[in-house]
């Protein structure tokens, strides 16, 4: 190697260093934030709370044991996997779309379309109602022949 | 008309019963002492398998729910295993039931400790929940019925035990 491509080479390996230096960085980061998303997704089965807003002793040991497994390098669902079979179902803040759990989705579903549809009928049938009732005759009928006399009579009397 | 009253009238009643039936579910009804106890299947806890509280029928059981972080439950363990250490021999046990735990942080409890009674792990706290239970720890004293005989909703010490569960205890087999 020549005097002349070592500077080449140090700058090569510089350029290197710099880019692996956010890299390092940046891992680090995902696996905080990796945590902190678990976190957000699941409860605190004493406190009834979601898990970063709880800080009881069962809330930390339950952190502890997500950053354990964060650091073995699991994924967002093993970790919740591995919540589950420490704690069940309710541990996840959102229920499992199966089973009982779907039920929590289906149900506002089925109550919106529900609402909607008794709605639609209820307005149906009121312009329906509404609308027969401008074609209805009047129930009021005219003076009878004897008032139709009296009236006359009347005015007659007044000269009008 | 009066056909359509009925529907409204039955659909108020069976949201009002819904209603009801929520609150009633969600609310922790103690054991009574008298009534059975619940006994389903739970893992054992730092061994394999499932353990029940119907294997011990026919046996006095004090049930200690408990969990690793809980720091009374620290305070109580010495002298629930001294009172199972000395009480073995007439018909009783104590059953542990680690509940809100996790399975490992309960096992190293159960080994720091030196528990020698046998460890259930209700991990979602539904065992718990059926015995009524609003924390940890609390101990439910079992007839060999399976009945409870005597509880406490919190710690129990080596005078508690010996004031309350002790005098119920048959007496020790003499062995000849």
């Known amino acids: 190697m020549s005097r002349r491509q070592l500077p080449l080479l140090l700058a090569v390996l510089a350029a290197l260093a710099a880019l692996l230096v956010p890299t390092a960085a940046s891992a680090g980061s995902a696996l905080r934030t990796e945590l902190n998303e678990i976190e957000g997704e699941v409860m605190c089965p004493v406190c009834g709370t979601l898990l970063e807003l709880a800080e009881s002793p069962q809330a930390t040991r339950e952190k502890a044991f997500i950053e354990k497994l964060v650091k073995q390098g699991q994924s967002k669902d093993e970790i919740k ?51 027969s009732g401008d074609e209805r005759k009047p129930e009021v009928e005219g003076p009878s022949d004897e008032d139709r006399r009296r009236l006359d009579d009347d005015l007659a009397r007044y000269d009008l | 008309m009066r056909a359509r009253s009925v529907i409204a009238v039955l659909i108020a009643v069976a949201l009002v019963g819904f209603l009801v039936y929520g609150l009633v579910s969600k609310g922790n009804s103690r054991l009574a002492v008298g009534e059975k106890a619940p006994s389903p299947e739970l893992p054992k806890l730092g061994e394999p398998g499932q353990g029940s509280l119907k294997e011990y029928r026919g046996k006095w059981v004090l049930v200690n729910f408990w969990a690793s972080w809980c720091v009374p439950c620290r305070d109580e363990a010495p002298a629930l295993t001294t009172f199972q250490g000395e009480h073995d021999g007439q018909n009783f046990t104590v059953v542990g039931i680690d509940t809100q735990d996790i399975s490992d942080d309960g096992a190293k409890f159960a080994k720091e400790f030196g528990l020698t009674y046998p460890l259930l792990h209700d991990g979602n706290g539904d065992n718990g929940h059926e015995f009524g239970t609003t924390g940890v720890p609390e101990n439910y004293l079992l007839e060999p019925s399976g009945k409870l005989a005597w509880d406490v909703a919190g710690p129990v010490d080596a005078k508690m035990l010996e004031e309350h569960v002790a005098p119920l205890l048959p007496p020790a087999k003499k062995n000849s």
């Open chain 1, 81 to 131: 996997e591995a919540l589950v079979a420490q704690y069940g179902d309710a541990v996840l803040a959102e229920p499992k779309g199966s089973g009982f759990s779907l039920s929590a989705y289906v149900v506002p579903i089925v109550a919106f379309i529900v609402a909607v549809i008794l709605l639609a009928f209820a307005v149906w049938k009121w312009r329906r109602a509404a609308g």
